[in-house]
């Protein structure tokens, strides 16, 4: 268990130094040219539309974790709040990964434009991170919150949040 909290530490401090860094040689959501007949893109308007509702239940799950969390009446549902939130990020991984791979379902759009499909792929992977922080933070036991391994389980499940939040901020201009 310590090695699987280790590691989720580790990880979120490695995705957040890597936030803004060069990303030449990654690979992109958008695959390689293919043979006709070519895929399916949906404008930007309609990858906002369908991330929309999602955006602002996000921001009134944070809203939440700081009007519950940092109060010391109800700090102790604070693991609902956090359970929320991954339900959240469930969906939107779930969205978008569904927008770009589903077809023929109602939500199915192709793949992202360029403009957007380092967005996409940086909200789906930030998405994916909270979930698997979020399972990892379920494993530990908080009994006693400044234990060790609920320290850094916790850390890791904020700052995942964190790191959704900002994938999340990056689709202001389209919303």
């Known amino acids: 268990m310590r090695n699987t909290i ?3 530490a580790a990880a979120f401090v490695l995705a957040v130094a890597g936030c803004g860094g060069d990303t030449t040689g990654e690979e992109s959501v958008a695959s390689a040219p293919t043979a006709s007949p070519t895929p399916k893109t949906a404008p930007v308007e309609d990858w906002a539309a369908l991330l929309r509702p999602h ?7 944070l809203k ?16 609902d709040v ?3 939130l991954e339900e959240k990020a469930e969906d939107i991984a779930r969205v978008l990964t569904d927008a770009r791979l589903k077809e023929g379902t109602p939500t199915y759009l192709g793949e992202p434009p360029d403009e957007i499909a380092s967005l996409v792929r940086e909200t789906v992977d930030a998405a994916r991170q ?7 933070y379920e494993q530990v036991d908080c009994s006693d919150s400044t234990a060790g ?3 850094a ?3 890791a499940l904020e700052g ?7 994938a999340l901020d990056g689709w202001t201009p389209y919303l």
Request: charged fraction near 25%; hydrophobic fraction near 40%; proline fraction near 0%.
């Open 130 to 136: 909270v979930q698997q922080a979020w399972d990892t």
């Open 153 to 155: 389980a916790t850390y």
């Open 82 to 84: 956090y359970r929320s």
């Open 149 to 151: 391994d609920c320290f």
């Open 160 to 166: 995942f949040v964190e790191l959704l939040t900002g």
């Open 6 to 8: 280790t590691a989720l």
């Open 64 to 79: 939440q974790k700081v009007e519950i969390c940092l109060d010391s009446d109800t700090v102790d549902m604070c693991d």
């Open 55 to 61: 955006v602002r239940e996000w921001g009134d799950l």
